[in-house]
């Protein structure tokens, strides 16, 4: 199947989801999990047949009874499938006469899935009765569904379909804030997962996000690999998560099994735990963490003596933590080993924060494993429009770049997916990877007609950029009192958006100013008639 079929599946199948849940009474929070756990049962029925026609054709025969053995739920790991029970298979629940409690059946087949597998106990949704007509006149959500995810091409399709529909599906249910009262953080848009793998190019060893969401950083590394490696994704790599609310935990630990990826996901809050005690082991370290968290208790003992503190915790004069950006930006360099690699989305404030977050940073700054910081605009997070910065350590940076640090300001590099949501295109994508490789001093993977990076990089070298990047050394920081906000660094340059406009907003605004001098100067005349 091309990408363009897979993409026109993905399409297909997400409209007719939403379509059934839009004529139902469920939010799009309330259907999320039952929705995602049916991609993961019709997966695993697809795996399982794949599979099973393998080992038909590869399993030995007995030579005392003449008869070829049975598949075991081994031989169904070794190449990559689950085992499944008959009542747990998706063929047999989508061929259930109506008589039967189809809910029961489905719960059924996941509390099966589980006992077969401990690594996903206490994880599947079992809860498709809401999917289910309350009386005789309402539709059959369930069985809709079913049907839906029962058709010839999601039957026949095979590879890595299911991860990518698993992640649209993830995406879009992200923009319809299916998330929002878990704060709306399990998802990280693909363009900035993509960056961040593209320049810390994770293609071994320990692999760790202590705020994993769903697990993205995962299945990116995954695609990486596959792209770059004629290796399998289990063998090149071993991922640790930790995420704090429960429910994204089910979700990255669905994620992670419907991309055949093994590793451990705790529930934990990694504030107060370090639940794989993973302290200058990491490989590679990547995350999104929640931005500005404001009620860390700065007397919790673990905190206290926590040795990934490396620059100690950023207190107030009282004696708190009134934002935790730096105990996680201190988190990612304490995890990695002596040449080891970090890539982090941050909050904007970060770069230039004052107090004891700029003593910290001056610390990150001097120990030389800053490597690159990349400014992002605005709207490309699904559920805030806050712009960020993507942050990168790299502690086995070589000898010419120690005194360096590439500063990218990508606000004016984007594209428009909606009115409200830009990404970064493929072109795009590739050219600023392509900056990083020339910054490392490395042949850069970037097709001849890349038209973003031949107009930036004519030659194929590597240049300043004026308002776009700028290689700057470490005393240049030093004079601007260590700040890491790129624009500064990387000047100014105009970019008029030729479809705004600009005269009519200006209209706008003078009226909208004079209205505001109407009204104070009304308020000023009541404040100086009042006698005292």
């Known amino acids: 199947m091309t ?28 259907y999320k999990d039952p929705l995602l756990g049916l991609i993961l049962l019709r997966f695993a029925e697809n795996k399982f047949i794949e599979a099973k026609a393998k080992l038909l054709k590869t399993l030995p025969i007995n030579p005392r009874t003449k008869r070829q053995r049975e598949a075991t739920k081994d031989d169904y790991a070794a190449i990559g499938a689950m085992y499944l029970p008959e009542k747990a298979q998706y063929s047999f629940l989508a061929n259930l006469p109506e008589s039967e409690d189809l809910a029961e059946a489905v719960n059924g087949a996941m509390k099966m899935i589980e006992a077969e597998y401990e690594e996903l106990a206490g994880i599947l949704p079992k809860n498709y009765q809401e999917l289910t007509p309350e009386d005789d006149s309402d539709n059959n959500l369930l069985a809709n569904l079913i049907r839906i995810f029962n058709s010839d091409s999601v039957r026949n399709a095979k590879g890595d379909v299911f991860g990518r529909v698993y992640e649209y599906f993830l995406m879009k249910l992200s923009m319809m804030g299916a998330g929002a009262q878990e704060g709306g953080e399990f998802f990280t848009p693909p363009s900035l997962v993509q960056l961040i793998v593209n320049f810390i190019q994770p293609d071994h060893g320990i692999i760790h996000d202590p705020a994993c969401g769903s697990g993205g950083m995962f299945v990116q590394t995954a ?68 931005f500005n968290v404001d009620k860390v208790d700065a007397k919790n003992k673990f905190l206290a003596e926590d040795k990934r503190l490396l620059f100690g915790a950023p207190l107030t ?216």
């Not at 599946?9 to 929070?29: F, Q, V």
């Not at 712009?387 to 005194?403: M, V």
């Not at 990076?453 to 004079?479: C, I, M, W």
């Not at 003078?510 to 100086?528: G, P, V």
């Open 3 to 30: 990408n363009t079929h897979i993409k026109q599946l993905e399409i297909e199948l997400w409209e007719a989801a939403d379509e059934l849940r839009a004529n139902s009474k469920l939010t799009a929070g309330e």
């Open 223 to 290: 695609h990486f690999i596959k792209d770059h490696q004629n290796r399998k994704v289990n063998e090149a790599i071993t991922v640790y998560g930790t995420e704090y609310k429960s429910n994204t935990t089910r979700l990255a630990k669905m994620n992670l099994a419907i991309h055949g990826i093994e590793g451990k996901i705790a529930n934990n809050n990694s504030f107060y735990s370090d639940p794989h005690e993973l302290f200058e082991k990491c490989d590679f370290v990547m995350a999104n963490p929640p």
């Open 317 to 532: 004069g009282k004696g708190t933590i009134g934002n935790a950006n730096y105990l996680w930006i201190q988190y990612f360099m304490a995890y990695l080993n002596p040449t080891g690699r970090a890539g982090f989305v941050m909050a904007s404030s970060a770069t230039d924060a004052g107090n004891a977050e700029k003593r910290i940073r001056e610390e990150l700054v001097k120990t030389g494993n800053v490597d690159c910081i990349v400014s992002i605009g605005n709207n490309f997070f699904y559920t805030r429009s806050l712009p960020c910065h993507l942050w990168f350590f790299d502690k086995g940076k070589k000898a010419s770049n120690q005194d360096k640090i590439l500063m990218i300001d990508a606000r004016n590099v984007y594209r428009k997916v909606s009115t409200t949501i830009k990404d970064f295109s493929p072109e795009q994508l590739e050219g600023l990877t392509a900056v990083m490789a020339l910054y490392r001093g490395e042949s850069p993977e970037v097709v001849a007609d890349n038209g973003w990076f031949n107009e930036h990089f004519p030659d194929g070298q590597y240049r300043d950029v004026e308002g776009l990047s700028k290689v700057v050394t470490l005393v240049e920081v030093a004079e601007q009192d260590y700040s890491l906000t790129p624009g500064r660094y990387v000047g100014v340059n105009i970019d008029i958006d030729m479809d705004f406009d600009y005269q009519s907003r200006m209209q706008e605004l003078h009226q909208e100013l004079a209205e505001l001098n109407t009204e104070a100067n009304q308020l000023m005349t009541q404040i100086q008639s009042v006698s005292l």
